[in-house]
């Protein structure tokens, strides 16, 4: 059984691939790909929605089948997946990215790539925020006209934009763009975009100033201040893929800098408060992290959110047991709670309802002094004191 590669059209193909194509008594492939062979003879299966019908039939097949895949099937294709249930041999074509770098004339080896075809660009901010060079697989709802939009929301100016239209085809077109010219012009379906630095954008490094977020004002102080946070997000263990909650996000200053670390996974927020909501939301575009965040009150809401690796929990708003009962089902296996606390009375009740429901607890408390100065001197200006409780599950 063989899976075969190929571009915008047959002129691509290799004599042998073609033989093994015009010979074989079964073509599997979708319909674009079939219709470039009209004069075959094999029956033709048109592959359509998921897999798993078309694995079972194949598994009983035994006629010589030809599965026919749009460039290099294991490029974000069908071939990983169906080389699994099947005794493939596969024979990859060029990938639309490879084919798109080679029209730009610029190397690609040090490119990241990511796929928003039949995806949510939720997230894609901070993919590839600071990265010199991107490439993305679209579709026509994630067309280049929105791509453009998306990156103008999160101030993502820096990047000149190329886009290869229909490769390798008689209708094959590209060239470079600027985003208010990405958002304006019309493209083919079939389309690659590479996105270029023109300019290095400004980055930030875990610990953000405390300033750098809108907050509410005048009143100050519902924010988890820079050295809080820091230690915060150390004792949530997060890795590149991790999915976390923040509940009580207010300025969104954990979830954002959590989002930075957690670049391929998802954050989700909560916030009771319609105006710390909106500044969250702010402070997002600014920071370049695309995270949801939803107006609700905990435990509400969270029900819709997938099992998160780490939770971070910066108030209760008085819903303590129900709230930790619940966050501690829904963590995976082996994932972490933190929490800040401020009061005895609240550390106490939170840490019995964790064990409670078969947590380890650790409780580190931190007292912190900022250098102020004074006159030609320097005195120092108290933190209040936080509680960070950090719990464990299934340990």
């Known amino acids: 059984m063989k899976m075969i590669g190929i571009g915008d059209s047959v002129d691509g193909l290799l004599p042998q691939y073609k033989k093994w194509i015009e010979t074989c008594e079964v073509l599997v492939g979708g ?99 600071g990265r010199p060079k991107v490439a993305l697989l679209t579709d026509e709802e994630n067309s280049p006209n929105a791509i453009a939009c998306y990156l103008k929301e999160f101030g993502m100016h820096e990047y000149e934009a190329f886009v290869a239209e229909n490769l390798g085809g008689e209708t094959e077109k590209y060239g470079f763009y600027t985003l208010d010219e990405l958002e304006a012009a019309t493209f ?74 957690a670049r391929e996974g998802a954050i989700y927020a909560v916030e009771k408060n319609e105006g710390d909501l909106e500044n969250c939301l702010q402070n997002q575009r600014k920071f370049r992290v695309d995270f949801t965040a939803i107006h609700s009150k905990a435990p509400a809401g969270l029900e819709d959110f997938p099992s998160p690796d780490a939770i971070f929990i910066g108030g209760s708003g008085g819903e303590m047991q129900e709230l930790l009962a619940l966050c501690v089902e829904k963590l995976k296996a082996d ?46 200006v108290p933190l209040n004191p936080i509680y960070i409780v950090t719990a464990r599950k299934g340990v």
């Open 31 to 129: 319909e674009r790909v079939l219709d470039f062979f009209p004069d075959v003879q094999a029956e033709k299966v048109v592959i359509k929605g998921g897999l798993s019908a078309l694995v079972t039939r194949l598994q009983s097949e035994t006629r010589e089948v030809v599965i026919l895949a749009s460039g290099d099937p294991l490029f974000y294709g069908i071939g990983s997946y169906l080389a699994k249930k099947l005794p493939l041999e596969i024979y990859p074509y060029m990938s639309s990215v490879q084919l798109a770098f080679s029209k730009m004339k610029d190397s690609w080896q040090d490119a990241y790539i990511v796929s928003v075809h039949g995806r949510s660009m939720k997230g894609l901010a901070q993919k590839i925020d």
């Open 335 to 380: 994932g972490r709670l933190v929490m800040n606390i401020a009061t005895i009375e609240n550390l106490y009740e939170a840490v019995t309802a964790l064990k409670q429901n078969g947590c380890q607890v650790e409780i580190l408390q931190a007292q912190l002094s900022r250098s102020k100065p004074i006159l030609n001197m320097t005195r120092f």
């Open 188 to 261: 083919s379906p079939l389309n690659v975009v590479i996105l270029r630095q023109t300019v290095t954008p400004k980055t930030y490094t875990l610990g953000i100033d405390d300033e750098e977020f809108a907050q509410r004002k005048p009143e100050k102080g519902l924010i988890t201040k820079k050295e809080i946070r820091t230690l915060s997000i150390q004792a949530l263990a997060l890795h590149e893929k991790s999915i976390m909650w923040d509940i009580g996000t207010c300025t969104g200053s954990v979830a954002i800098e959590a989002g930075k670390i």
